[in-house]
């Protein structure tokens, strides 16, 4: 089987070997660099499958490379950061970087938020199993897209449309964060409010129908300042 190749840019040197080592037992071809601009060159030579990006580079914001590879690419881009405050979260998100995972991280959590992105590029942001089934599920939440319609225990929650619209669409990105900007923009179009009451009172109303305790939710996660997560499907 071909190996994804992930390219780590990082110029702490102990944090780029950690993830250089469990990138490679765990069966990824791994690039590494230290700069920003031979990132930029790798990525074009190269075309890795994913970029683990630091946004502290010693020659250049990071998110100027982000800036740049989406005039061109969609490949997954996810920053790695230390002391990230949320409004580079959001800025990173909103350039179009896939996710972001803050020092100090486990390996469980990067492996997995490496193996969300890949899948979300490869099924072009329609998660596969929805396309084929048209349902997607999490524990005992069930999202039937064909019926338009959200079930927790084969019980439907009775959402109403916008709340449903929320659902569905994290659903669709489910494990990866999705702004309140990008809710907003798909929800109600561009012209949006980027005021996010209108989300939170949905949220809260969403939360009370689908969570055991809305206070510690199971399915949809708050990422402070920056969106929500939908529980990765199953
Ligand atoms: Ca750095």
């Known amino acids: 089987m071909l190996k994804d190749t992930i390219l780590i840019c990082e110029d702490e040197r102990s944090i780029s ?51 740049a590879v989406r005039e061109w690419s969609q490949m997954p881009i996810i920053v790695v950061s230390a002391r990230m405050r949320e409004k580079d979260k959001v800025e990173a998100l909103d350039l179009g970087a896939d996710d972001y995972i803050a020092k100090p991280f486990g390996t469980s959590e990067l492996l997995a938020r490496i193996r969300t992105a890949l899948r979300h590029t490869r099924t072009r942001a329609e998660n596969a199993s929805i396309a084929q089934s048209g349902v997607f599920q999490t524990g005992e939440l069930r999202i039937d897209y064909d019926k338009r319609l959200v079930f927790l225990r084969d019980e439907d929650v009775h959402l109403t449309q916008s709340e449903y619209k929320i659902v569905a669409m994290l659903g669709k990105s489910a494990g990866k964060v999705l702004t309140y900007d990008a809710i907003l923009r798909e929800l ?11 989300l939170r009172v949905n949220m809260a109303n969403i939360r009370r129908k689908i969570e055991e305790n809305p206070a ?14 939908m529980a990765d499907g199953e």
């Open 17 to 67: 070997n950690f993830i250089s080592t469990v990138l490679t037992t765990n069966g990824y071809e791994v690039l590494v660099t230290e700069t920003g601009a031979s990132a930029y060159t790798l990525i074009t030579s190269r075309c890795p499958d994913l970029v683990l990006l630091d946004l502290g580079l010693p020659d250049m914001d990071g998110l100027d490379i982000i800036r």
């Open 188 to 198: 109600w179009g561009p012209g949006a409010t980027r005021n996010n009451q209108i």
């Open 216 to 229: 510690e939710p199971s399915y949809i996660f708050t990422e402070i300042g920056v969106g929500y997560r």
